[in-house]
């Protein structure tokens, strides 16, 4: 089983900084990495597949990288509704598909 | 545009079985390319994947619940279902369906709103 470990578990940040949230995997998992937006009391919200591949409507500040078992969700200038809870997800090795335990993304 | 929704019981007694369904409006889910899933969120922790379903009915599972579920879907009704049995309160949990994109990667483009399922006597 792939296990994902993301850091920070919370970043304290204010609108206009840049973000930078990583997702470790104990091993490569190539490039199904995705990243995922989850807002209190609401469902996920998919914005990065294929590591870097935006999901449609997804905002250009919102961007991702990495290879192997490094990955990381920038987002390059904080609005205000970027505050929540952040997941990265395997489908590399399988199953299981395995989350990420998540980043907070909280208003300093 | 795709859109899922939910629906489940709410409460479920210990060791009885779990069943959710999904409605899926908006597109087919005969249509190829895209896998059936669902995915709980425990109450304050983080996402836990419970398997997926093509609409030929060809599933895989996550092994740490794999004896205890089953999925099926129903063509006809647009629908796909989870049944999780000899639930306990470790099963207490919001329940969402998601729709799997086979081009992302396998990455889940489209969610439900959830459904919370609450196991106790």
């Known amino acids: 089983e792939s296990v994902l470990t993301q850091s920070p578990a919370t970043l304290s940040l204010s609108p206009g900084d840049r973000a930078t949230l990583s997702c470790r995997a104990n091993q490569s998992i190539s490039a199904y990495l995705a990243w995922y937006q989850q807002k209190r009391g609401q469902a996920p919200r998919l914005l990065i597949y294929?590591?870097?591949n935006r999901a449609p409507g997804i905002p250009a500040r919102f961007g991702g990288s990495g290879s192997a078992t490094h990955f990381t969700l920038t987002i390059s200038s904080l609005e205000p509704e970027d505050f929540a809870v952040y997941y990265c997800q395997q489908r590399s090795h399988w199953p299981p598909l395995t989350f990420g335990g998540g980043t907070k993304v909280e208003l300093k | 545009q795709v859109q899922l929704q939910e629906s489940g019981p709410g409460l479920v007694q210990p060791l009885q079985t779990l069943s959710v369904s999904c409605t899926v409006s908006?597109?087919?889910?005969?249509?190829?390319?895209?896998?059936w899933s669902w995915i709980r969120q425990h109450p304050g922790k983080g996402l836990e994947w419970i398997g997926y379903i093509y609409y030929s009915e060809s599933s895989y599972y996550n092994p740490s619940l794999k004896s205890r579920v089953t999925m099926s879907v129903d063509t006809s009704k647009n629908q796909f279902s989870l049944n999780l049995s000899s639930v306990t309160a470790a099963d207490t949990a919001v329940y969402y369906c998601?729709?799997?994109?086979?081009?992302?990667?396998?990455?889940?483009?489209?969610w439900g709103p959830g459904t919370t399922v609450t196991v106790s006597s």
């Open positions: 908006g597109g087919s889910i005969s249509t190829g390319g895209y896998y």
């Open positions: 294929d590591t870097s």
């Open positions: 998601a729709r799997v994109v086979i081009d992302y990667f396998y990455a889940m483009d489209v």
